[in-house]
C-alpha cells in the first residue's frame, strides 16, 4: 500500500488529520465523525511515507477492546508493528521489564480488584462498613490515587472538590491508610500504583527513561478527555519534554470527571503547545440528520458548550420518539413492545439497546424484556470471554485442537462440543438460560465465518484467544441493557433511553453547575449512540397508582416537540387521564403515642423512632440473609431489594397476608409481586418458632 493509498477514502478534515504526520496534533472528534480511521490512517500515512518507524509509534487509549480494535485496523493497513495499550498495560510491561534490573527481586503481583485489600483494611482498623459503601470507599481511593492525593491529605481534597464521601471523610483517610500500608506489605499493586510507580522509575533512573524515550519516539492518545492527572503525568514522563503527540477527544463526551478525569488537557491543548495543529471532525457518519438534530440541540443548551456542532451525512430518518407513561412499570412494558415491534419489523435484536441512568433500573427491563419474549444481554456485568459457559467452552474446544484430524470440519466439531454443555437447536424462552444459548450461539455462528475462509479448528482456537486477550467479543443476539456510562464508546440501530426525569437525569445527588452539565453530556452520549431509531421516555411515578411527581428531564425543554413527535400512554396502554390528577396520601401517625409522622423513615416504621418497639430479632435477621442472597442473584445493590428501615419495619409489623405487607409504606405492587411471597413465608416461618416455643 502506497502512502497516498492510505489518505484515499478520507474526507477533507480526515485527511488533514492523516497528512499531519508530526505533533504537536489536536483533534477534536465529534460522536460518529470517524475519529479511529482518522488517526489509525495518520500512524499508517506516516510509517508508509518513511517518516516514523513502525516500532517507535505508541497509540494509548482506555480500554482493551478499544486498543484491540485499533491493532486490528492498523494490521489492515499494513502497519502491524505499532504498539496500541491501554495506560495500564502499557505502564505495566514496561515496569515489569526493567523492576528486576532497578529494584531488584520480583515484580509485584497485580491485584484486579481492591475489595479484598479493603475488607482486610477495614478488619485493621476495626470498621465495618457494608458491601455498597466498601465500594463507594474503594472509588473514592481510586479518584485520590488518579489525582495524586495521599491518604492524609483526602479529606481536606475532598471537601474543596465537593465530593460526599460514603463514610465520614476521616474514616476514609484511615481505610485508604491501611489499605496502601497492606498493600506495600503484601508487595501488591493496583492500576493507579502502576502508573505512579512506572513514571518514579523513568524520573529516578534515567538509563531506564532513555531506554524507553529511544524506543518511543511518536504518540497518540485516545479519548484524551478521559485523561487525569496521574496518567497526564506519566505520559509527560514518556514524552520527556519532546512534543511528538497528537491527541484525539470530544470535549461534549466528558463523562467520567467524578473519577478524576478532565476535559481541561484536551481544550487547553493549544495553551500548553502553541504550535498545535487543531482539526475539527464534525461529519456523523453514524446517525441520521434527525439524531444529529437532537444532539446538537441538547449540548448547545450547555452552560458552557464547547462548539462542535456535528453535520450529518446520512439520509432522513425517522424522528426521535418522546414518551411519558404513568409509572415505571408501563415504561417498561411500553418500551418493551417497541422493542419487540423493532424486532419484527427486521432490525436485529442485537441493533437494539435500552440505556438508562443507573445500573439498578435495569430489573424493571431485563422483566418485561422476558415477558414480551425478547433476548436481552446485560453490559456491563461479565465480560463475554469471562462467562462461565465460554470458559468452559474455550477449554473444551482448545483440548479438542489439541487432538483433531486433519480432516476434522470445523463447523461440526465447534457445534457437537458445544451441544455437550447447552447449545439447542432452538433458544430457551428467555432469561439466564437464554442468555447462556446466545454466548455459545454466538461462538457457534463465528466457527461458521471463519469456516467459510478456511480456518481449521487449531485456526479457531487461536483466533478466539487473540479475542479474548482483546476482549473483541462475537455479536451476540439480544437486545443490550447498560448503563449510560457503560454505553459510552458503542453504537446501535436503535438506541431507548429510559428514566430521563428531573431526579434520575440529572441524578438527585449532581448539585453542582458542573456535575449538572456533566449529566447533560450524559444525555448527549445517549442520543448519539443512536443511529437511526431513538426514543425518549419517562415515568411519572414510580409504581402503579403511586404518586405522579416526577417531571420529564429539564434538558427535554424545548426538545420534546409536543404537538408531533411526542406520544401520552398510560400504565394500561390505553391513553391517560388528566394531567393535573394527583394521588394525595393520607397523614401517618404513630402507632405507639398516635403523633404524626413527618420523616419518611419514622413513616416505613409506623412510630416514632424514639417511641418503643418489640420485634422478632431472629426475624429480622432472617430476612438481612435473605435479601443479601436476592440481591447477589439479581446483581442489584441491597438497598434495591429493601431498605434496612423496610426490614426493620416487617420485623416489627411481622405482617400474615398481602394486604398487610401493603401497608407497609413503601411497598407496592411491584415490590409485592417481587418478593412478597418469600417475605410472608419467612414471617410465617418465625411465627411458628414463637408458638412452638
Request: proline share 5%.
Amino acid at each position: 500500500m502506497a502512502p497516498d493509498d492510505v489518505l484515499a477514502g478520507l474526507d477533507p478534515e480526515q485527511r488533514e488529520v492523516a497528512e499531519a504526520v508530526r505533533g504537536p496534533v489536536c483533534v477534536l472528534a465529534g460522536a460518529g465523525t470517524g475519529k479511529t480511521r482518522a488517526i489509525t490512517h495518520r500512524i499508517a500515512h506516516a510509517v508508509r511515507s518513511g517518516m516514523v518507524d513502525a516500532q517507535s509509534v505508541l497509540a494509548v487509549t482506555f480500554t482493551t477492546r478499544a486498543a484491540g480494535e485499533l491493532r486490528q485496523r492498523l494490521r489492515q493497513l499494513g502497519t502491524p508493528g505499532v504498539q496500541a495499550r491501554t495506560f495500564h498495560a502499557a505502564a505495566l510491561r514496561q515496569l515489569t521489564y526493567f523492576w528486576p534490573r532497578v529494584i531488584g527481586g520480583e515484580p509485584p503481583k497485580v491485584i484486579e480488584s481492591k475489595m479484598p485489600l479493603l475488607v482486610d483494611a477495614c478488619r485493621l482498623v476495626r470498621k465495618n462498613p457494608d458491601r455498597s459503601e466498601l465500594r463507594d470507599i474503594a472509588s473514592e481511593i481510586e479518584w485520590a490515587k488518579a489525582t495524586q492525593i495521599g491518604p492524609e491529605d483526602y479529606a481536606e481534597a475532598a471537601r474543596k472538590a465537593g465530593r460526599t464521601p460514603p463514610v465520614p471523610a476521616e474514616e476514609v483517610f484511615r481505610l485508604y491508610d491501611a489499605y496502601e500500608r497492606l498493600r506495600r506489605d503484601r508487595h501488591l499493586v493496583d492500576f493507579e500504583t502502576i502508573l505512579e510507580l512506572t513514571a518514579a522509575v523513568m524520573t529516578e533512573h534515567r538509563e531506564v527513561a532513555a531506554q524507553i524515550r529511544q524506543q518511543y519516539r511518536y504518540f497518540v492518545v485516545d479519548e484524551y478527555q478521559d485523561v487525569n492527572p496521574l496518567q497526564k503525568l506519566l505520559l509527560d514522563t514518556w514524552l520527556g519534554g519532546r512534543d511528538d503527540l497528537c491527541v484525539v477527544g470530544d470535549p461534549n463526551q466528558t463523562i467520567y470527571s467524578f473519577t478524576g478525569a478532565t476535559s481541561h488537557y484536551l481544550t487547553g491543548f493549544s495553551v500548553e503547545y502553541p504550535n498545535a495543529a487543531v482539526i475539527k471532525l464534525i461529519r456523523d457518519y453514524r446517525s441520521t440528520p434527525q439524531v444529529v438534530s437532537l444532539a446538537n440541540r441538547v449540548i448547545d443548551r450547555a452552560r458552557t458548550p464547547h462548539r462542535l456542532a456535528l453535520v450529518a451525512q446520512r439520509p432522513d430518518g425517522p424522528e426521535p420518539v418522546f414518551t411519558e407513561y404513568d409509572d415505571e412499570s408501563a415504561e417498561a412494558d411500553g418500551v418493551a413492545r417497541a422493542v419487540k415491534k423493532l424486532a419484527e419489523s427486521g432490525v436485529p435484536t442485537r441493533e437494539i439497546a435500552v440505556l438508562f441512568r443507573v445500573n439498578a433500573q435495569s430489573e424493571a427491563y431485563e422483566q418485561a424484556l422476558t415477558k414480551a419474549g425478547v433476548p436481552y444481554l446485560i453490559r456491563g456485568a461479565d465480560r463475554f470471554f469471562e462467562r462461565p459457559e465460554v470458559r468452559q467452552a474455550v477449554v473444551l474446544l482448545r483440548g479438542a485442537a489439541r487432538s483433531a484430524a486433519d480432516d476434522d470440519e470445523l463447523v461440526s466439531t465447534v457445534r457437537h462440543i458445544l451441544a455437550g454443555i447447552g447449545l439447542t437447536p432452538e433458544a430457551p424462552g428467555g432469561g439466564k438460560a437464554r442468555e447462556k444459548w446466545e454466548s455459545l450461539k454466538a461462538l457457534a455462528d463465528l466457527a461458521e465465518d471463519l469456516a467459510a475462509e478456511g480456518a481449521d479448528l487449531v485456526a479457531f482456537v487461536t483466533e478466539l484467544e487473540r479475542r479474548a486477550g482483546e476482549q473483541h467479543a462475537p455479536p451476540v443476539e439480544g437486545v443490550t441493557l447498560a448503563s449510560l456510562h457503560a454505553a459510552k464508546g458503542l453504537e446501535w440501530d436503535a438506541v431507548f433511553l429510559t428514566g430521563v426525569t428531573d431526579g434520575m437525569l440529572p441524578i438527585i445527588y449532581a448539585e453542582t453547575p458542573d456535575q449538572i452539565e456533566e449529566e447533560r453530556r450524559l444525555l448527549y452520549v445517549g442520543v448519539t449512540r443512536a443511529r437511526a431509531h431513538l426514543g425518549l421516555s419517562w415515568a411519572l411515578a414510580r409504581s402503579p397508582g403511586g404518586r405522579r411527581s416526577r417531571k420529564p428531564s429539564r434538558f427535554l425543554d424545548g426538545l420534546t416537540g409536543r404537538s408531533g413527535a411526542s406520544s401520552r400512554t398510560s400504565s394500561s396502554g390505553s391513553g391517560a387521564g388528566p394531567r393535573d390528577r394527583r394521588t394525595v396520601a393520607a397523614p401517618v401517625s404513630c402507632r405507639v403515642c398516635s403523633k404524626t409522622l413527618v420523616a419518611a423513615a419514622e413513616q416505613k416504621l409506623g412510630r416514632c423512632a424514639t417511641c418503643p418497639a418489640d420485634y422478632d430479632e431472629a426475624l429480622l435477621e432472617s430476612l438481612k440473609a435473605w435479601r443479601t442472597v436476592v440481591a447477589k442473584e439479581t446483581k442489584v445493590p441491597t438497598y434495591v431489594v429493601f431498605t434496612d428501615v423496610t426490614l426493620q419495619a416487617i420485623a416489627e409489623r411481622a405482617p400474615a397476608s398481602e394486604q398487610d405487607l401493603l401497608a407497609i409504606t413503601g411497598i407496592g405492587r411491584v415490590k409485592l409481586e417481587r418478593y412478597g411471597e418469600a417475605v410472608l413465608a419467612l414471617c410465617r416461618a418465625a411465627a411458628a418458632k414463637t408458638e412452638d416455643a
